[in-house]
Every structure is written in C-alpha cells, then in structure tokens.
C-alpha cells in the first residue's frame, strides 16, 4: 500500500517537464471541443427559447413562472455560447495573448454550465422533482472538457451550493428536498470522478505518446546511422574494388615487363646491347611505378580515420625547386623545359609532406599531357591572406566536358602524350589534401591550348 501512494498522484498531474508540452496540448484538445460544444449550445438554448415562448400568454401563473425561468436561463447561456465563441474566434487571430484567452475559456464554459444546470433543476421544480438537468450538465461538462482535478472539484463544489439554494428556493416538498439534496450530491460525485477520470486517462496518453515519440525519433537516429554505415561500407567496397583493380593491371605491368626482360636477358633471347637500348623505357616505366606506389600510399593513408595532419610554414619556392629536380629526368625525355617563378617571398602554413605530393602530381601531369619540347611554368601571387599557386602547361589541355571529372570520385584518367598510364588517383589527393589545410584547387583548361591546375593555401602570418 505504501508503494501505491506516491504512484497515484503522479497519474494525475504532469511532472516539470512535462507541464508545459501537456498543458498546450489539454488546451488543444479543450478548444477544438468547445467549438462543437458552442456549435451545438446555440441552437439548443435557441430551440429552449422558442419552444417556452409559445403560448407564454395563455399559460397558468405557475407555469408562467416555470417558462419565464427556463427562458431566461437559456438566455444567459445563449449569450455567454455567443460571447465565448467571439472572444475563441478573436484570440486565435490575436496570438500574443490569445492563448491565455483560450486557456480561460474552457473553465468558464465547464464552471457555467453547472451553474446553470443547478439554476434550471431548480426552477424546474415548480412543475416536477427531477433534477435531470443538473445531472446532464454535470455528466456532459465531464465528458467534453479536460480540466484540472483541483479545479473541477471546486467547480463542482460551488455549482453544488448554487443547486442546493435554488432546490430550496423552489421545492416546497421537505421530504422530496432532501431526497433531490442526496441526488445533487451523487451527481457532482459521479461527475467529478468521471472528469478526474478521463483527466487521468489523457495524462496517461500524453506519457505513451510521449515514449512513442521518443521511441521514433531514436529509431530515425538509428536508421540515419545506419544509412550512414551503409554508405559508408559502399564507398570502402568501391574503394576496395579501386584499390585491386590498380594493383591488377597498373602495377602489375610494369613489374610483369621488367620481370620478362631479366628472363629474356636470362635465357639469352636478348643480347646485352639490346638490353642497354631498353634501359630508358624500363627506367621510365620504374619511375611511373614508383610514382604510382607513392600515391598509393598516400592515398591509403587518407582513407584511415585518425590521419594526422600538421600545418607548418612552408617555403613555396623552395619545396617546388625540390619537387621540380625530381622530374628533371621524365621532363629531360620529352625536352620540356620547367620554369620556376614561385616567389621566395610567398610562405604557405599547411602540411609540408601533402603539399609535396600535390606539387608532385600537378607537375607530373603536366609532364605526362605536354608534346615534347613544351614548357611548363610554376607562378604564384599573393591576396587577401592566400597564396595561389599556378602550374601551367602549353599541352594537350582538356575537353570542356571532361573537366567536370577530374575531382570526382570516379577515378577519371587518360593515357599521356607518350601513352603514359594513370590511374585518377593524384588529383582526388591533391584535391583532399588542399582542402584538408584550409584551401581550395581548381583547373582552367581549353583542348589544344594547354591546362592552368591552381591551388590555394592560407598564407603564413609571418613571413
């Protein structure tokens, strides 16, 4: 029993929480039903009216009372049904206060009603001893409007008093008096209990709505994460599926040539001046291999959450004129000529080891797409606290609509000038590694007319 006591209450009134959200939706609930309660109110005291009206002059002097009284009553109630659903169709257009408008209304709708039920069981008493509508108003209050247990029971309490008056105002009868006493105090019993009951069910209602929503909305967070797994697995199978694809044709190959010249070699088929003229081909085909494996590494490492990155001040110039005396010798092969013109004044704060692979692929490319004897110049320009860096090219340049998926994730790549293989890897890289410190990297580019591949990265506060 003592475990049930504090249960009880709790089914009866909202928590702090709670309060707020349920309050707005009894309110909800309230005035959307005291509109059909006004709707159907109108016209019933109107058809009271009417019908007590006929004949009022041919009547009795008590029944003249007795019509007289009922008449009035529904006066009343019909101006209040009026009065009400004004001052309800007002308040909703007036938002600032209309909602502590309509959050009065459905008590005083539920206090008049017993009131006036009390009032009419009493004058009703000139003709008869029931106390009908005193019992109907205090079942139909109940059931059309959710008020508060505290205020019901008061407003049920003072409709009592007022009955209590008007019963002995009217009935002369002591025996019928007490016996239409007892049946008032049933009526606001029954009354009242079946209000606190319904109050208990919505509060009840409110709680299993309020578990259905949260147990949704954990559900859409599930999904959501769920959906985001799935892709997530989708792009780790595609990138699974990129990664043996590469490893299958592009750096097969290569190791697949030199492995039949060691056993050409081997086995004589091939003399050894022969193999000294293919030296220059498996050379390049070694450092376009190398290349390869590098961006496989690195772009390994990018796929791994939890890859480090460390901004550092960065000498432009210097890391280009390093980057640059790596590809002298593939440059060297197709006579291009590679001009630095990225200034000594020009210092970036990023990742010295990401930039040096962007440099690397940006200046790789321009190799690979340029006809022999071409030039390839590197310049860069400060503004707004951004360095841009620019790798020109006067080479095959690229078609308009082949542009759009160079930075994509499909991996797009031709064949160079002198068929050199790719594999789409370096400019996703070199787009995710200038993005990653704070940049940006975009390519102009007209077919026959060469490629401009610029990046931006913050420039260094202290230069």
Not at 393 to 422: H, M, R, V, W
């Amino acid at each position: 029993m003592k475990k049930l006591i504090p249960i009880i209450p709790a089914d009866f009134f909202f928590t702090k929480e709670e309060k707020e959200q349920g309050k707005l939706e009894v309110l909800q609930v309230n005035v959307h039903r005291l509109t059909y309660l006004i709707y159907l109110g109108l016209p019933v005291t109107l058809i009271h009216i009417f019908v007590f009206s006929l004949n009022l002059a041919d009547s009795g002097a008590m029944e003249a009372k007795w019509r007289t009284g009922i008449i009035y009553s529904h006066l009343i109630l019909f101006s209040f049904f009026l009065f009400a659903g004004s001052v309800t169709l007002a308040a909703r257009k007036n938002k600032q206060c209309g909602q502590r408008i309509t959050a009065v209304m459905p008590h005083l709708i539920f206090f008049l009603l017993l009131i006036m039920g009390g009032i009419i069981s009493g004058i009703d008493q000139i003709v008869t001893n029931a106390i009908t509508p005193y019992l109907i108003v205090c079942l139909c209050s109940a059931m059309f409007l959710y008020i508060p247990p505290l205020y019901s029971i008061v407003y049920f309490i003072i409709s009592y008093l007022v009955y209590y008056y008007a019963i002995g105002h009217y009935q002369p009868n002591a025996e019928i008096l007490l016996s239409n006493y007892v049946n008032g105090i049933t009526s606001i019993i029954i009354g009242w209990f079946l209000s606190l009951t319904l109050w208990r069910n919505n509060i009840l209602k409110f709680r299993k709505d309020r578990i259905i929503i949260h147990q949704q909305s954990e559900l859409a967070e599930h999904n959501s994460r769920l959906m985001a797994a799935t892709e997530e697995l989708k792009e780790a199978n595609r990138t699974k599926d990129k990664l043996f694809s590469i490893i299958s044709h592009d750096l097969r190959g290569p190791f697949a040539t030199l492995n039949d010249l060691i056993r050409y070699m081997h086995s004589g088929d091939i003399n050894e001046q022969e193999f000294k003229e293919l030296l220059p081909e498996l050379s390049r085909q070694t450092e376009l291999t190398n290349e390869l494996l590098e961006n496989l590494l690195n772009w390994s490492r990018s796929n791994l959450k939890g890859a480090v990155l460390t901004p550092e001040k960065i000498d432009l110039a210097d890391l280009a004129g390093n980057v640059i005396q790596l590809y002298q010798k593939p440059a060297g092969f197709k006579g291009l000529k590679i001009v630095n013109n990225i200034s000594s004044d020009h210092k970036a704060v990023a990742d010295i080891g990401m930039i040096s692979l962007v440099f690397r692929n940006l200046l790789s490319n321009a190799i690979k797409f340029s006809e022999n004897t071409g030039i390839i110049i590197l310049s860069s320009c400060a503004e707004n606290h951004k360095i841009r860096v620019t790798i020109r090219d006067n080479g095959t340049g690229i078609p308009s609509d082949k542009i759009p998926l160079l930075f994509n994730d499909q991996y797009f790549s031709t064949a160079g000038t002198a068929g050199e293989k790719g594999t789409g890897l370096g400019l996703n890289l070199c787009k995710e590694f200038v993005e990653r410190n704070g940049g940006d990297i975009y390519v102009e580019s007209e077919a026959g007319k060469g490629s401009r591949f610029t990046f931006i990265l913050p420039e260094s506060n202290n230069n």
